[in-house]
């Protein structure tokens, strides 16, 4: 079974460029969750969605950061503009019902 | 206001020892379930074990154990044998099912266990 798959693994772009990290979740899990790791803060929950529908976007740091999920098997994290502070490593999980979430390899992003 | 407590922020154990690390939560929900998950250096983020608020046993995942106190609200991860491999960060999660929470899931802070030859 294929598991949760991000894209790209890297990202390296300056600041004030639009960047856009996509995550396609395990068939079958209808919860999806953005995660941002630094080693400051460790893991933050950014957003969360259940059956494609936001439902708690309190993590999301600012308002460059926006988040969809247009259909259930595929989510996009978007950051406009790009600041360095927001250099991170940018997971997504899924899971349904009571298991335990499955994690993508991550998208490690640098912002110049 | 933090919700998973873990306040090892690193640990040692010799090779074949057994170790303990610390996760205490907070939550009013009755329903709700306890993660542990390793993240090697590589950076992949590995579950372990999943205890469940109404489980009456402690979870066991080969080496792993969970000693689940509901009471004092912990939920200690147990690693028997330490092998080298099993240096890396561990967190511990939590999965609240209230009314309001969907399933929301959030991480504590994290330990650092490094195993000594």
């Known amino acids: 079974d294929a598991g949760v798959i991000q894209s790209p693994r890297h990202e390296v772009t300056e600041m004030g460029q639009e960047v856009t990290l996509r995550c396609k979740p395990i068939?079958?899990?209808?919860?999806l969750f953005w995660y941002r790791q630094t080693m400051m803060r460790g893991l933050e929950l950014l957003i969360y969605?259940?059956?494609?529908?936001?439902?708690?976007d309190s993590g999301m740091p600012e308002d460059r950061f926006s988040a969809k999920m247009p259909n259930a098997s595929f989510s996009t994290l978007k950051i406009q503009p790009s600041e360095p502070r927001d250099s991170a490593v940018y997971f997504c999980?899924?899971?349904?019902?009571?298991?335990?979430?499955?994690f993508g390899d991550g998208t490690r992003l640098s912002i110049l | 206001a933090q919700k998973i407590t873990q306040t090892q922020p690193g640990m040692f154990v010799q090779e074949k020892e057994a170790v303990t690390l610390d996760c205490t939560y907070d939550t009013s929900d009755p329903s709700y379930g306890l993660f542990w998950y390793k993240q090697p250096s590589s950076g992949e983020m590995i579950f372990l074990i999943y205890q469940g608020s109404y489980d009456q046993q402690n979870a066991t995942e080969g080496r792993y154990s969970l000693n689940f106190q509901k009471a004092r609200k912990s939920a200690n991860l147990v690693i028997s044998a330490s092998q080298l491999g099993d240096s890396a960060m561990y967190f511990c999660a939590m999965r609240e099912s209230g009314k309001t929470s969907y399933d929301k899931v959030i991480f504590g802070p994290g330990t650092s266990l490094s195993v000594i030859p």
């Open positions: 969605f259940n059956n494609n529908v936001p439902i708690d």
């Open positions: 068939s079958g899990h209808n919860s």
């Open positions: 999980a899924s899971t349904s019902g009571f298991q335990p979430q499955h």
